[in-house]
């Protein structure tokens, strides 16, 4: 089963290329360099409307990677990347209550720096999960990204709370880059995993609780407010079921009842039903997208067991599970989690 994309390419943002050249300024190269063979240069990118082709991104990334003769940038893209970066959305996410908080709102405005990524937050058990899901396909930059992004939300977690979350479970979606342990011995307290189904960085759940220290319920509000407006500007055709999205994705509980839904947006459950139609979904293939994808999740880890997961989903007993699943994928669960990729 494949979550279809809302998103459109829409390019990478310019201010994430100046964020390489800070990279590659580490090793003596200046923005003429990294920039000329493409027809960039620091102040266009420095436009917060500029974006980048993906197909030029790709190119300026494997160019940098030619220039430094490092195998992976990705993480010192992420250890360098500061939350201001992100303008608006960084402003409101600093200024959140707390880790819990500063999640959703990346959930919720994601697309508007990056709208090739989508990123979701859920909980189980003792653990705290984000998952990035990516449309990039063109490599390195695809790597680079979520090497960089995975990164990039530990250090701005740390900076915006004061501390970091302690030890954690880090899975790649692709193979473990060449030098890459000497990026993993800055992490001692974390358990590596490559060539796993999905991009996950999972933590203890106290840690959600955590306050930032920036915290400013008017500040945050503001920001917010700007966000909304920028979304607003994009004309998402979609925009409903992406809230439910959101609403599901974010919910501890991610098998919502309909009317739980239309109550949290200010509506009927008949109005919501009528309007998710008219955008082309129904809420029972939202509720269905939700759950399969945190059950691939929760099966890609082998410390739950097939009735853990099918109680976190909402289920009653592992059999509804497995039919359901079988129905979404054609598979068991079993069988998915001895080899998800076929």
């Known amino acids: ?69 490092e195998p992976t940038l990705g993480f010192h893209l992420g250890t360098q990347m500061r939350i201001s970066i992100h303008g608006f959305i960084g402003y409101a996410i600093m200024t959140a209550h707390d880790i819990t908080d500063a999640l ?46 995975i990164f990039g939300i530990i250090s701005m977690g740390k900076a915006i ?35 796993q189904p999905h991009l996950i960085l999972s933590f203890d759940k106290h840690y959600l609780g955590n306050k930032l220290v920036h915290a400013d319920p008017i500040a945050s509000q503001i920001a917010i407010n700007q966000c909304e407006a920028e979304l607003s500007a994009l004309g998402e055709r979609h925009r409903l079921a992406m809230r439910v999205r959101d609403l599901l994705t974010n919910s501890e509980q991610h098998y919502l009842s309909i009317e739980a839904v239309a109550e949290r947006l200010h509506m009927s459950d008949r ?23 945190h059950a691939t999740s929760l099966l890609s880890r082998t410390d739950f067991t097939l009735e853990q997961i099918a109680d976190e989903l909402g289920y009653s007993d592992v059999a509804n599970f497995s039919r359901a699943f079988k129905r979404w994928s054609g598979r068991s669960p079993s069988n998915w989690r001895k080899d998800p990729y076929l």
Do not use: C
Request: glycine share 6%; net charge negative; hydrophobic share 40%.
């Open 104 to 149: 959703i709102l990346a959930n919720r405005f994601i697309q508007l720096r990056m709208p090739f990524l989508q990123l979701f937050f859920s909980t189980f058990d003792s653990k705290a999960t984000v998952q990035l899901q990516t449309d990039i396909t063109l490599e390195p930059l695809r790597t680079e990204i979520s090497i960089a992004l």
């Open 161 to 195: 709370t004061g501390t970091d979350y302690g030890s954690g479970d880090i899975d790649f979606d692709f193979p473990k880059p060449e030098g890459f342990e000497r990026f993993m011995a800055k992490f001692p307290r974390h358990n590596f995993r490559f060539e």
């Open 1 to 69: 089963m494949k979550t279809p994309s809302l998103r459109q390419d829409q390019g990478i943002p310019g201010v994430y290329g100046l964020l390489l050249l800070d990279v590659v300024s580490r090793w003596g190269y200046n923005d003429h360099t990294l920039f000329e063979p493409f027809g960039l240069n620091s102040e266009q990118l420095a436009d917060p409307n500029y974006r980048i082709p993906t197909a030029v991104a790709n190119e300026l990334m494997q160019h940098a990677l030619r220039l430094t003769g």
């Open 271 to 293: 109005t919501l039903k009528r309007q998710l139609a008219a955008e082309g979904t129904s809420f029972s293939t939202m509720v269905d997208e939700v759950r399969y994808r």
